[in-house]
C-alpha cells in the first residue's frame, strides 16, 4: 500500500466547499440524467465534472479519508486514482436516481478496485446539477464496502442462541484469557475500549472473521454510563445511536434515551452477538515492535499485570472523556486558599444536586453539559447561576431528531443511513447545518429572542463541522 495522499494544514473556513444553488426540473427524466452521469465517469471527460466539483473518497481509490475540490483538482485526481487502483467501469446500483435536499440529482453506483492482491468492492453516489442546460457532476462520494472474499463488515451476526457470558467474556472462547498471560497469542486486533465505537469495531472485526480481544476497563459491558450524571440522556434520538446488525432500541424506550437504558444496551448486544470481550481491563501501556510487526498491550486486572498481543492496535477511548482539569483559579490549593467553604465539581464528577438542595449554584459553562447541570440544579431548588464565556451555539433537541429521523428509522437500515451521512465532505455538512438552522431560525426567533433577553448570548452560525476529519 502506497503512502497515503495528504493536503497542509489549513483553516476550516478556508476549505473550498458550497452547496449548489441548483434544482431539479419537475419533468426531468431522472434515469436519463443518471446514464449521463456515468458516461461522464467512465469516459473521463473533464467537462463532465462541474467548476466547483468536491470528491470525497473513503479508502476506495486513496487508502484514505481523502477530499478533492474543483473541477481541476478532481478530474486529475480521478483519473491517476482510477488508472491506480484499476477500477472496473462504473455501474448502476439497484436503486433508482432521486432528488436530493441540495437540488441535485443522487444516483447510487458500484465498482471494483484492485489493492495489490485484494479486489475491493466499491460504493458510491453521484450528484448531478444543472448548469446552464447541462448536467454536471457536482459531487463525488466513494467508498470501500470490502474486499471480494473476505467477509463482510455489516453482515448479520445473529445467532440462533446467545452465547454464555462468565465473567464478562465468552465461556469456551480459547484465544486468550482473563486472568492469565496471552504473551504466546498474537491476536489479529486489539480493541481498548468497550464503549460505542469499541462494540461497533470489535463487532466489525467478528463479521470479517479478525481473530480480536475488546479491552473494558469496567466490570460490565455499558459501564462507562453508570458514572455520568443523572440527568444525562441522548441528545439526539435513540435510533441515531444503535449499533450494528439490525439491532435497536426496544420500541418501549423513551427517544432520548437516559444512561441507564444507554448502557444496558450496550451490554446486551454485547452479549447478543458474542463479543470477545475482556472486562476489568485497563491497559497500563502498548509497545510496538517494528520488526516483528506486533503490538504488546499490558493492562491491569485487579492489581494482576495481563499481556496481550496484537498485528494491529485500535484505541476507541473517546475525546478525554475520562480526562479532566480543572482551571487555575479552581485547583485545590487555589480553593483553600481562598476560604471557599462549598464544593467545587468538574463535570465529570457531578451526578445529581440532590445534596444542595435549596442552596446557591453556579455553573461555569453553557454548552450540553452546562446546560443538563443548570437544568438539574434547578429542579432541586437551587438559586442557580450560569456563566457564560462565549455566545452558545443553540440547536433545539425536536430539530435534531427531524433531522435524523428522515434517516435513522425501523425502516431504514443504520449501516445505509450512515454511509450517507459520513461520506459527505465535512465543509458540505456544515453549509448544509447552517442553512436549515438559519431556516429554523427565522421561523421560531421568538425564543431566541427570549433567550437574549434573559442574558443568554445566542450565537447562530455552526463554527465547526459535525462530522470527523
Not at 25 to 37: C, E, F, G, I, K
Not at 244 to 267: C, Q, V
Not at 270 to 280: D, L, S, Y
Request: hydrophobic content about 40%; overall charge negative; charged content about 20%.
Amino acid at each position: 500500500m502506497e503512502a497515503p495522499l495528504r493536503s497542509p494544514a489549513v483553516a476550516f473556513d478556508d476549505v473550498p466547499g458550497s452547496l449548489p444553488e441548483a434544482s431539479v426540473p419537475p419533468d426531468a427524466d431522472l434515469n436519463a440524467v443518471a446514464q449521463s452521469a456515468l458516461e461522464g465517469l467512465n469516459s473521463l471527460r473533464r467537462e463532465a465534472w462541474a467548476s466547483d466539483a468536491i470528491w470525497r473518497d473513503l479508502l476506495a481509490f486513496t487508502d484514505n479519508f481523502r477530499t478533492f475540490n474543483s473541477q481541476d483538482k478532481v478530474y486529475h485526481a480521478f483519473r491517476k486514482l482510477q488508472a491506480q487502483k484499476k477500477c472496473s467501469p462504473f455501474e448502476l446500483a439497484t436503486s433508482d436516481p432521486r432528488v436530493s435536499a441540495f437540488g441535485c440529482v443522487d444516483i447510487e453506483v458500484r465498482f471494483t478496485t484492485q489493492h495489490g492482491h485484494l479486489q475491493g468492492s466499491g460504493a458510491g453516489i453521484v450528484s448531478v446539477i444543472l448548469v446552464e442546460g447541462q448536467w454536471r457532476i457536482w459531487m463525488l462520494r466513494t467508498w470501500l464496502e470490502n474486499f471480494r472474499g473476505h467477509g463482510h463488515p455489516d453482515v448479520d451476526l445473529l445467532r440462533s442462541e446467545p452465547p454464555t457470558i462468565v465473567n464478562g467474556h465468552i465461556e469456551g472462547v480459547s484465544n486468550g484469557t482473563a486472568n492469565g498471560s496471552t504473551q504466546d497469542h498474537a491476536y489479529g486486533a486489539i480493541v481498548v475500549g468497550g464503549g460505542q465505537a469499541g462494540l461497533c469495531t470489535a463487532g466489525r472485526l467478528q463479521a470479517l472473521g479478525v481473530d480480536y480481544v475488546l479491552l473494558e476497563r469496567f466490570p460490565e459491558v455499558g459501564d462507562v454510563w453508570k458514572g455520568r450524571y443523572d440527568k444525562l440522556r441522548f441528545h439526539t434520538s435513540k435510533d441515531f445511536g444503535v449499533l450494528p446488525f439490525k439491532w435497536r432500541y426496544p420500541e418501549e424506550d423513551d427517544n432520548m434515551l437516559p444512561t441507564s437504558r444507554i448502557g444496558a444496551g450496550h451490554s446486551s448486544w454485547a452479549k447478543q452477538f458474542g463479543i470477545n470481550v475482556r472486562t476489568n481491563m485497563s491497559v497500563v501501556s502498548g509497545t510496538y515492535d517494528s520488526a516483528g510487526q506486533v503490538w504488546t498491550v499490558v493492562a491491569d486486572n485487579d492489581g494482576k499485570e495481563v499481556t496481550y498481543r496484537a498485528r494491529n492496535l485500535v484505541l476507541c477511548i473517546g475525546p478525554g472523556l475520562s480526562t479532566f482539569r480543572y482551571p487555575d483559579w479552581a485547583t485545590p490549593d487555589k480553593v483553600q486558599q481562598s476560604g471557599f467553604k462549598g464544593d467545587i465539581l468538574h463535570g465529570l464528577q457531578y451526578k445529581s444536586a440532590k445534596p444542595w438542595a435549596g442552596k446557591r449554584g453556579i455553573v461555569v459553562g453553557s454548552a450540553n453539559t452546562g446546560n443538563d447541570v443548570a437544568e438539574d440544579m434547578a429542579d432541586f431548588g437551587l438559586d442557580t447561576t450560569m456563566i457564560q464565556r462565549n455566545p452558545t451555539l443553540v440547536i433545539p433537541a425536536e430539530w435534531i431528531h427531524a433531522e435524523h429521523d428522515r434517516d435513522y428509522h425501523p425502516g431504514k437500515l443504520a449501516a445505509v443511513a450512515d454511509r450517507e451521512l459520513v461520506t459527505l465532505p465535512n465543509k458540505i455538512v456544515r453549509e448544509a447545518t447552517n442553512r436549515a438552522i438559519h431556516h429554523m431560525t427565522d421561523l421560531e426567533s421568538a425564543r431566541f429572542d427570549a433567550l437574549e433577553k434573559a442574558g443568554f448570548r445566542v450565537r447562530i452560525l455552526m463554527a465547526v463541522t459535525l462530522g470527523g476529519c
